[in-house]
Every structure is written in C-alpha cells, then in structure tokens.
C-alpha cells in the first residue's frame, strides 16, 4: 500500500497540489475542458436557441410590454447584433463569473464570507437604498403617509436591472457552473452544467413534440425542430448537418466531462497519498503516465466516438450503396426510399445494422490484439 512504501529518494517534483495543478498536463486538461464547454455551448445556442428563444427576444418582449427599455446596455446583452454574436459578450461575461467563483472558492473561509457579504449589502443597496432615502425624505417633508408615485419610481430602475441579471444568469448557467467546475475543482459544478444543458435538451424535446408544440399556439412555432423527414445527407455523405451537430453536442460533452473529471479525480489521488510518497520519484512518474494516457486515450477514444456515430448513422446508405453496385438490382435502391429508413428512427435501424456487423466481425478481426498492438505503439521502449 502508499503508506508502507518507502522512498527512495525525493527529487525536485512533487505530487502536492501547489506544484500540481500547474502542471501542463492538468492546465492542458482544464483548458480542454473550456474548451469543449464553450464550443458545446455555442453548438447548443446555434441548434436551439438562435433566433427561436434567444434572450434578446425575451428582453425585446419585455420591453414593449412594460414600455421602458431595460437598464443593460445592447452591447453587454448582444441585441443589436445577429446570430452567435449575440451571445459573444455574455458568454464571456459568464466565463468571467465562473472564474470568479472558482477564485473566491480557493480562499480562506473568512475571506468567502465578507465577499458574500459584501455582495448582499451592495443588493439591497442597489435595490433598496434609493427607495428608502427617498421615502425617509417624504416623511419627513410631509409627515407620515404612503409613498408617492415619485418614490414608488425609484424602484422601477433596480427591479428591472435585477430582472434583467436573472435572464441573463439563466441563460448562462451551463457557462457559469462549467467554469467554477473545471478552475475550481468542483464535481458539483461540472454536474450542474451537463445537467443544465441535458434539461433544456430534454424539456425542449418534448415541448416540440407535435402534439404538445399544436397546443402552444403561437409560443410553438417559434421552437426550433428537427424535421420527421430525415433530409438527404450533406456531411461526407452519411448524415445531415442536424444530426452531425447533435453529434458533436454529445462528444463535446463527454470531452468536456471526462477532462474535468479527470482533473478533479487525479488531484484528489494526488492528495490523498501520504507525505512521503508525493516527493518519491516513481510516484511522480506514476502520475505523469497517468495524465499523459489521460490525454491520449481522450483524444482518440472520443475521435473515434465521433467517426463511429457517423458511420453508424448513415451505414444504410453506405451498405445499400454497396449491396446495390454489387447485385447492380434495384431492390436496394427501392429499400432506400422506404418510409421506415427515411423517418427519423431509421437512424436506429442504422445504428444498430452497424452494430451487428461490427459484433460480428469479432469473429473475424481479433480487436483485442490489433488494439493492443496500436497501444503498444505509443507506450516508450525503455
């Protein structure tokens, strides 16, 4: 075990967290981590949400009803631009309170709770202290009463601006608890975002379901869905740029996962190893082999999550393309064309031909050693 192990020498390394979490291999990981949060939330915004339920509309929608612009300027909430870059500097914004938070979350508990509190003092006065100036002002001008119309206004200022951070936040959420996850070391951080991102999915799956999207009226129809109809496909040939697009949402995702949760369980290895392990060589060694297969394996298992869902999505086409230059028939052209395979679950039916065919082919290509060769490749030769 760890704690029976006797060093055999220190060197200059160690295994603390100090010297750790700026090492290339955990910086590398994080900012891959950032990386793939930020590409997975524009792949989200840019399927779902870009000009269906973006929160420009919602701010536009909020301003004609209440008459009054709201305080945020465009610039900082993206409504005067189009597309993507609408969401440029929020998303930004948000990767700055994400940092933040991962900051605060390494401090002292002292320090934490005088930032907290200082944040909840600058609210209410933010909310509140105008308001109460002005009314105290009143009673004493003009004794003790309800407050006027002119002191009842001076709330109009905070409460939108409060309204307006809340939408803002909202939509930002999976951006905001990513970064506190990833820079600060938090499991529950990197949860709340794939959760996030997995709800919205979710609930906007069913609320497009054609049955539900008929009873929303007018809501409905600005919701953006995928077409029943599976259109002829345009990325290398095999699926559409839906489908690739909800692809590389899913990869992202676990490229975003599987690096932050790789830092996170590393360190915490690294700091439950006993003193004098974390300065013995080996073990130094033994970390930088595991971070280095880390990296690779997450690079190349996910690569290949992403070729194998592409073939598998479009393999009907490919093996009717292939059935038919063989037999030169016309029945599979004739099975291409029916309705099963063009409906949106003939995916599945792809899927799972390409799964068949790759299980039987075990019997044939032996896997384990063709993988074991290519793993054998990039271990070093001592």
């Given at each position: 075990m760890a704690g029976e192990v006797t060093p055999q020498g220190e060197g200059a390394r160690s295994l603390h967290l100090r010297q750790l979490r700026v090492q290339w291999q955990i910086v590398t990981l994080q900012v891959l981590a950032t990386l793939a949060l930020v590409w997975m939330y524009l792949e989200v915004v840019s399927t779902y949400v870009v000009g269906s339920i973006d929160h420009t509309q919602l701010f536009d929608t909020l301003e004609t009803a209440l008459g009054t612009e709201l305080p945020l300027a465009d610039?900082?909430?993206?409504?005067g631009s189009d597309g993507l870059a609408r969401f440029y500097v929020p998303m930004g914004l948000g990767l700055g309170l994400g940092g933040a938070m991962a900051v605060l979350a390494f401090q002292t508990p002292k320090f934490q709770q005088r930032v907290k509190?200082?944040?909840?003092?600058t609210m209410i006065i933010l909310l509140a202290g105008r308001f109460t100036f002005g009314y105290a002002w009143q009673l004493i001008g003009d004794g003790w009463g309800a407050p006027g119309d002119d002191v009842l206004k001076l709330l109009e200022w905070p409460l939108l601006m409060m309204l307006s951070l809340i939408i803002l936040t909202f939509y930002l959420l999976p951006i905001i608890t990513g970064t506190r996850g990833i820079w600060g070391l938090s499991r529950r951080g990197v949860a709340w975002s794939i959760g996030f991102t997995l709800l919205f999915l979710g609930v906007h799956a069913i609320l497009t379901f054609p049955?539900?999207?008929?009873?929303?009226?007018?809501?409905?129809?600005?919701?953006?869905?995928?077409?029943?109809?599976?259109?002829?496909?345009?990325?290398?040939?095999?699926?559409?740029?839906?489908?690739?697009s909800l692809i590389l949402i899913a990869c992202l995702m676990m490229v975003?996962?599987?690096?932050?949760?790789?830092?996170?369980?590393?360190?915490?290895?690294?700091?439950?190893?006993?003193e004098s392990c974390k300065r013995d060589p080996e073990y130094v060694a033994q970390m930088d082999n595991l971070l280095n297969g880390?990296?690779?394996?997450?690079?190349?298992?996910?690569?290949?999550?992403?070729?194998?869902?592409t073939i598998a999505l479009g393999f009907h086409s490919v093996l009717l393309d292939w059935?038919?230059?063989?037999?030169?028939?016309?029945?599979?052209s004739q099975v291409?064309?029916?309705i099963e395979l063009t409906l949106t679950y003939g995916l599945v039916i792809s899927a799972l031909l390409f799964l068949g065919i790759m299980a039987l082919l075990r019997f044939v290509v032996p896997w384990q050693r063709v993988w074991g060769l290519i793993e054998s490749s990039f271990t070093p030769r001592e």
């Open positions: 610039w900082l909430t993206g409504s509190l200082g944040f909840i003092i049955l539900i999207r008929s009873q929303l009226g007018s809501y409905g129809s600005q919701l953006t869905t995928l077409e029943i109809i599976v259109s002829e496909p345009t990325v290398f040939g095999l699926v559409t740029a839906e489908q690739f975003f996962q599987e690096s932050a949760f790789g830092v996170i369980r590393q360190l915490e290895y690294a700091y439950r190893l006993p880390h990296i690779r394996h997450t690079a190349v298992f996910l690569s290949l999550t992403v070729v194998a869902t059935v038919g230059g063989i037999t030169g028939s016309q029945w599979a291409g064309e029916s």
